[in-house]
């Protein structure tokens, strides 16, 4: 299994600004992700975040507006920018170590966005 | 594309009757299929997992059950709880996808004491 932090918990950010969010998980992994969660819907893959080089981005989602570092095998961010209402969602990490292919979860960020 | 249904999309209960959850997928050729639980506003917890050559996982009250070929899942809570209330998330890993889960719309469950 994996242990995995993420902060903030929550935030209430203006329009216009950006907020990283930050992912730690307590071994390393080689398989890392960034996914989305509108209010009343289930989850939609941001970005596999790749140690060591850019990330993968899903179907209508950018590195300009998502950007991911993964500076090594325990830890990752996702910067939501210029947020507008929109992007109010809460915002999980998550990771597959190997073996039989379970993958876990953070806890979430739970982003409002005025 | 491989698509994900879990119906009903909530469910009421009264204490200590059993919760029958079902989840649907198009694609029979998955890695695995994994049953998650999401209380309010929070991260998902891993319930489950089965692999596709097995029928069936159980820990403690939980049961699932999966039938490839038919393209189901179902997960079974024994004697519920208000505990239990939660929304229960179904996800595949299709083996075209690679490493990706597909995830059901989820089924909001609320045991009523």
């Known amino acids: 299994s994996a242990v995995i932090s993420q902060k903030p918990s929550r935030d209430i950010c203006q329009r216009g600004t950006s907020l990283t969010i930050q992912c730690q998980v307590d071994?390393?992994?080689?398989?890392m992700f960034w996914y989305r969660q509108q209010p009343g819907q289930s989850l939609t893959l941001i970005a596999t975040?790749?140690?060591?080089?850019?990330?993968?981005?899903e179907s209508g989602f950018v590195i300009d507006k998502f950007p991911i570092s993964r500076p090594n095998l325990t830890f990752s961010t996702l910067t939501v920018s210029n947020m507008s209402p929109e992007d109010s969602s809460i915002y999980l990490c998550?990771?597959?170590?190997?073996?039989?292919?379970?993958?876990?979860f953070g806890p979430g960020t739970r982003l409002t966005v005025l | 594309k491989q698509e994900v249904t879990q119906i009903p999309a909530a469910l009421s209960v009264p204490e200590g009757e059993n919760l029958v959850l079902n989840c649907s997928f198009t694609?029979?050729?998955?890695?695995?299929l994994q049953w998650f639980r999401q209380d309010p506003g929070k991260g998902l917890t891993s319930l489950l997992l089965?692999?596709?050559?097995?029928r069936e996982q159980t820990s403690g009250r939980l049961n699932a059950s999966l039938d490839k070929s038919s393209g189901r899942s179902t997960l079974y809570i024994a004697a519920s709880q208000p505990g239990d209330s939660a929304t229960y998330l179904c996800?595949?890993?299709?083996?075209?996808?690679?490493?990706?889960?597909?995830f059901g719309g989820g089924t909001r469950v609320l045991v009523k004491p």
């Open positions: 694609d029979s050729a998955i890695y695995n």
């Open positions: 071994s390393q992994v080689t398989m």
């Open positions: 996800a595949v890993r299709p083996i075209a996808a690679g490493n990706k889960l597909t």
């Open positions: 998550s990771v597959l170590p190997g073996g039989e292919l379970e993958q876990f």
């Open positions: 975040a790749n140690q060591g080089s850019e990330a993968t981005y």
């Open positions: 089965i692999q596709s050559s097995q």
